[in-house]
């Protein structure tokens, strides 16, 4: 079950330029910034083949990209804000999730139970978790609203691959610690908050011979609860305090128990994933490449038949991570405001 975890956080989407608005955005929010200037990079790896699992930056300086495969010397880059690099450490890991709060203070999951620190000069081993009668834990996602509250989610794995149970580890400011859940046939890919209501939610597979179900589950931070199994969601994601969950073509917002139309894309070239600075300037990926939606309509800004796998949106930047799958090569792909 070594990779089904991993891999399956690259959500399979339906396929599928002009929106059909179901909601306004604020009025009082100024459309996104069209005006962007496009570069790619291509990772250099040392052995091997490479694949890029997850991003996360806060400002053009300071974007790190996590690697599975290749060799261990260059699962780590960081993007200086002229160029990507790695520090050629040999490390002792898989990693699989990433997420900080500044320069000083980054963390990354990883498939072997372990989770990593970075103080602004070098990653170290924080944490080893481990659950009673499984080999490992594989942390999909890790996500945070302050560095003294933060949660990692994933699943208890065992070698054999024929058990399986999500797992939420939470940090305190100064400890990791799984909570005590019930046993679940599931592995949590990821976890956002929605401020209003103080809830959490959490997206997760379950792996059976049937097939592959993704299933939403809610989190007062002390009660986990599966919701909306009618529901089948492709993936969530957070933008200022607000959740939304992709459904196909279809964008959702969580309101009095049940999940509603916020932005229908059908008929478009809409396919999913969502990363965004606010309703009216966010990012997706098209059939065509790129995607962005400005409060008024859908575009395509870069044309591309790369598959983009995740990305980071900054103030004036943006970040997508990408693979040349006949070509073997991973890249990124930046965008910069031009005002």
Known sequence: MKSMFFFFVIVVIFLSTQSCD???????????NRNIEWTTDTLKMQQGWLYLARI????????????????????????????????????DISPSSIYGFGRQNIWMGNENSTIWHYNGSTWNLHTTLSKSGFDKIVFNDIWGEEPQNIYAVGAADQFSGTEYTGIIAHYNGSTWKLLDLASLRVSFIQIRKQVSSGLYFLLGVNFESSGIENKLFVFNGQVLTEILPDYKVDLINEINGEVYFVIGKKIYKYNNNQLAIWKDFSGTNFVGFLWGRNEKDFYCKNYDGVGHYNGTDLQTLFTTDLSING???LENNVFLITEDINNNLEIIIRGKIIK
């Open 311 to 313: 990305g980071c949106v």
């Open 22 to 32: 179901t909601t306004e955005p604020p009025p009082d929010i100024p459309p996104g």
């Open 56 to 91: 996360w930056g806060d400002e053009p300086e300071n974007v790190w990209a996590i690697c599975y495969g290749g060799s261990v010397l260059n699962r780590i880059w960081q993007y200086d804000g002229q160029k990507w690099s790695t520090d050629s450490i040999p490390r």
